[in-house]
């Protein structure tokens, strides 16, 4: 395509501020190009609107299977297995009772929950950065794919206890404004002073188009899967109800903005 525009490689990367370095990378396929790059790259040498669809579809699959692969060796098992399921998934319930969930949270945030738990679950230090960078690659990916649905119920106290100083916070819970205003991300939360409705942990609730659902359920040294059906469904029917209690989008929205002057 870039031959066909008639461009250099160094012409392309002096047309959009890139290094020269970059196009080849991405050309000979040295690195995964971001979708603003390949966004970039097709407007530059003016591609049709039916191949430039196809294109981002290419992206968007090829970064759904196997983008863990360069940081599973820092990662549990289980959680790979998480990140995998995931990139096939169709729908995702979260339900969070004591943190701001791993999808939403700030690289500051990300750190400061991770090393909160480092001695006790006995990360090796140098796991600890690339952890942060497979949380947040996780986010870029499922956050712009608009085929995967998340609604996410979050209690309120993840918003009032502490990781990091003020400013942590204040950044995280205005990401959280951010995110729940993404067409794919419903996010409710459940008030402090309003009825809790189900005692339990934290869960992920994944559906399929083809396969059966699952439950994703972490544990502080491990994780376990739920697959049998009767249990899946409990699950289920413990979210309906948190989210039944929880305030609506809106509500929601409007407390987080409120919570963001408590760190002021």
């Given at each position: 395509m870039r031959e066909r525009a008639d461009l250099t490689g160094d012409e392309v990367a002096d047309r959009l501020k890139w290094s020269a370095s970059k196009v080849s990378?991405?050309?000979t396929?040295?690195?995964?190009?971001?979708?603003?790059?390949?966004?970039a790259l097709v407007d530059l040498y003016g591609v049709g609107e039916d191949k430039r669809r196809e294109l981002?579809?290419?992206?968007?699959?090829?970064?759904?299977k196997g983008w863990w692969e360069e940081y599973k060796d820092a990662l549990p098992e289980q959680y790979t297995t998480l990140l995998g399921l995931e990139a096939e998934a169709s729908f995702e319930r979260n339900w969070e009772p004591q943190i701001v969930p791993g999808l939403f949270q700030t690289e500051e945030y990300a750190e400061e929950v991770i090393?909160?738990?480092?001695m006790i679950t006995r990360i090796p230090p140098g796991d600890v950065r690339t952890?942060?960078?497979?949380?947040?690659?996780?986010?870029?990916?499922?956050?712009?794919?608009?085929?995967?649905?998340?609604?996410?119920?979050m209690d309120e106290s993840a918003m009032l206890r502490r990781f990091g100083g003020?400013?942590?916070?204040?950044?995280q819970i205005e990401r959280l404004v951010e995110v729940s205003?993404?067409?794919?991300?419903?996010?409710?939360?459940?008030?402090?002073?309003?009825?809790?409705?189900?005692?339990?942990?934290?869960?992920?609730?994944?559906?399929?188009?083809?396969?059966?659902?699952?439950?994703?359920?972490?544990l502080l040294h491990?994780?376990?899967?739920?697959?049998?059906?009767?249990?899946?469904?409990?699950?289920?029917?413990?979210f309906e109800q948190l989210q039944a209690q929880a305030l609506g989008p809106e509500a929601s929205r409007e407390l987080m903005e409120k919570t963001i002057d408590h760190w002021k």
């Open positions: 990378r991405i050309e396929a040295k690195t995964n190009p971001r979708r603003s790059d390949v966004e981002l579809d290419l992206h968007r699959d090829a970064m759904r090393r909160a738990t480092q952890r942060i960078e497979a949380r947040l690659a996780r986010q870029r990916l499922l956050l712009q794919d608009r085929s995967l649905t998340i609604w996410v119920v003020a400013t942590v916070m204040r950044k205003r993404l067409p794919n991300v419903r996010l409710q939360v459940l008030p402090q002073e309003g009825f809790h409705p189900v005692n339990t942990g934290s869960f992920i609730h994944l559906q399929f188009p083809e396969f059966h659902e699952v439950v994703y359920l972490e491990s994780a376990r899967w739920v697959e049998e059906p009767h249990e899946v469904y409990g699950y289920q029917l413990a």
